[in-house]
C-alpha cells in the first residue's frame, strides 16, 4: 500500500482562497448606475425642451461665454489626470511624497491638486450664473435657461460633493500612520466618482454650449 501523508492530503483537499471585489467598490459602483440614470432623466428633458423651443437655444447660446467654458472645462479635464496619478499613487501604497519630482508625489499631493482645480472650476461656474443674473437672466427667463441652470447646477452639486470627498480622503491620508488597502480602495473609489463626474459634464458641455451652434 502507498502511504499518503495527511499534509498531502490536506494540500490537495484545502480550498483555494476567492478574492472578492470590494464591498465599498461594488457599493460605489451601483450607486454611480443610478447616477447615471439619474442625469439620462436630465438629458432626456434638455432635449425635448429644445426639440420644442428651437428660437429659445438659438437666442441663448449666443448669451453664453463658450471660451470661458471651454476652459473651465479643460480645468476639470485636468483634475481627472491628476485623481488618477493620485490612484497610481494609492496603488504603490504611497500616499505621502517620498522626494523630489514628480514621480515621487504620493496620494494626498495629486489629489489636494485636484480639488484646487475642481475649486476653481466651481468658482468658475458661480461666476458664470453670476454674470448672467447680473444681465437680468435667470431659470424663470425661458426654457433654455431653465434647463440650462438645472443641469448644469445639479453637475455643480456633484462637483461639491467630490470635493468633500477628496478633503475625507486627504485627511485620513495624513492623519494615518501606515496606509493600507482599505485607505487605497477608499482613495480609488473617490477617483470612479470624479471621473464619473468629468464625463458628465463633457457631455453637458457639448449639449448645452456646443451641440446649439450646429444644430
Known amino acids: 500500500m502507498v502511504n499518503v501523508s495527511s499534509t498531502a492530503i490536506s494540500k490537495k483537499t484545502a480550498p483555494t482562497s476567492i478574492n472578492r471585489p470590494s464591498a465599498t467598490a461594488v457599493g460605489t459602483i451601483v450607486w454611480l448606475a443610478s447616477e447615471v440614470m439619474f442625469f439620462a432623466a436630465i438629458f432626456a428633458v434638455y432635449f425635448t425642451l429644445w426639440s420644442t423651443s428651437t428660437g429659445q437655444w438659438s437666442d441663448g447660446i449666443k448669451v453664453l461665454n463658450i471660451p470661458f467654458a471651454a476652459i473651465n472645462t479643460v480645468i ?45 472650476f466651481v468658482t468658475g461656474q458661480v461666476f458664470e450664473y453670476a454674470t448672467l443674473v447680473s ?63 468629468d464625463v458628465v459634464w463633457l457631455i453637458l458641455f457639448a449639449a448645452v454650449y456646443i451641440l446649439p451652434l450646429i444644430g
Not at 479635464?77 to 504620493?106: I, P, Y
Not at 424663470?140 to 462637483?159: C, K
Not at 461639491?160 to 492623519?175: E, N, Q, T
Open 135 to 197: 444681465e437680468g437672466i435667470t431659470p424663470a427667463t425661458d426654457t433654455f435657461w431653465s434647463a440650462f441652470f438645472i443641469g448644469t447646477g445639479f453637475h455643480a452639486l456633484h462637483v461639491i460633493g467630490g470635493l468633500m470627498a477628496f478633503l475625507v480622503i486627504i485627511g485620513r491620508s495624513y492623519a494615518t500612520r501606515k496606509f493600507g488597502h482599505h485607505d487605497a480602495t477608499s482613495a480609488i473609489v473617490v477617483s470612479y466618482y470624479w471621473h464619473f463626474v
Open 76 to 120: 476639470l479635464v485636468l483634475s481627472s489626470v491628476t485623481c488618477q496619478f493620485g490612484v497610481f499613487a494609492a496603488e504603490r501604497m504611497q500616499h505621502r511624497n517620498t522626494g523630489k519630482g514628480m514621480k515621487n508625489w504620493g496620494l494626498t499631493r495629486w489629489f489636494f491638486i485636484s480639488y484646487v482645480l475642481g475649486a476653481i
